[in-house]
């Protein structure tokens, strides 16, 4: 039993001494090796790799993916036309040499964010005075963030490299602090209001202008329609005058007869209508025949 319990605590102790000393590096990490607080060994390739037990040698690891870094800092900055502005930024950055990174800046990725969040906020601040809000919003930002980033370079590449490389800076949001922006809104609503104001007056003046027209048009087409109306009515008046005078011409006992018929047609349009006439009136005479009665009825 003592001869079994030796081996097993002996393999035992060689597990954990072999645990000690193999460590992966992943691909998406950089392998620092440290011997009594020295840098070592540096792994930029991913595998297994050996080291010495400790405390004789300890690893740590470090990101070497492309990291980013976003504002956090909501405090205006003032412009050329000492106009306060709040921006909204990020930085896309990396970890290339981490010797130098961890000597100058710091043993993880926290700290590099912080010591480069403090450098950009100050290239942003220094190139936004001397721009004006026009500049920007409009196409001149892509110059303000190329000068930012080379302002950054030229400070994690200075004297003491900081060990790391800056990709890309970019400005998401450009906006005025809460009280100018209240300010600014009221302003653009009120401009608004009044250009809307003013294109409403435009459109009502224009619509009375066409209803005016529209209705002077009106009135000379009706006026020439009734006035070719009347010309067209006489005219036909004047040629069934004429026919009739012909017609009449030729019989007139007839158009005398035709006249009396019309006389009673218009005399007796209803049943209710009575009319009180002397039966040896002329208006009757058309009724009267040889043979008839010398009284005609009354109605």
Request: proline share 3%; hydrophobic share 40%.
């Amino acid at each position: 039993m003592n001869r079994i319990g030796f081996i097993a605590t002996s393999i035992l102790v060689l597990l954990v001494l072999a645990s000690s000393t193999l460590f992966v590096v992943d691909q998406r990490q950089f392998g620092v090796v440290y011997a009594l607080g020295q840098i070592k060994q540096v792994i930029t390739e991913p595998g297994l790799n050996f080291k010495l037990p400790p405390p004789f040698q300890n690893v740590s690891y470090i990101d070497k993916r492309l990291l980013t870094l976003s504002s956090v800092d909501t405090e205006p900055m003032l412009t050329a036309e000492k106009q306060r502005v709040v921006i909204d930024w990020y930085v896309r950055w990396r970890i290339s040499d981490p010797q130098a990174y961890i000597r100058n800046v710091g043993l993880d990725e926290n700290a590099g964010a912080m010591q480069l969040n403090r450098v950009v906020r100050n290239a942003f601040q220094e190139n936004i005075n001397k721009r004006t809000v026009r500049d920007l919003i409009s196409v001149r930002r892509e110059a303000l963030m190329a000068d930012v980033q080379r302002e950054v370079l030229s400070v994690v590449k200075g004297a003491k490299p900081w060990g790391v490389d800056v990709v890309d800076v970019r400005i998401t949001r450009v906006d005025y602090v809460e009280a100018i922006t209240e300010s600014v809104y009221r302003r653009m609503e009120a401009e608004r209001k009044r250009v809307a104001n003013e294109l409403r007056s435009t459109g009502t003046a224009e619509g009375e202008k066409i209803r005016a027209d529209a209705d002077r048009q009106r009135e000379v087409i009706v006026a020439n329609a009734y006035r070719d109306a009347q010309k067209i009515k006489g005219e036909g008046d004047a040629q069934a005058a004429a026919a009739y005078s012909e017609a009449f011409g030729r019989d007139p006992q007839f158009a005398q007869f035709y006249r009396s018929l019309e006389a009673y047609k218009q005399s007796f349009n209803k049943k209710s209508d009575v009319m009180v006439l002397d039966p040896s009136s002329d208006f009757f005479r058309a009724m009267h025949g040889s043979g008839s009665a010398t009284s005609a009825p009354r109605r």
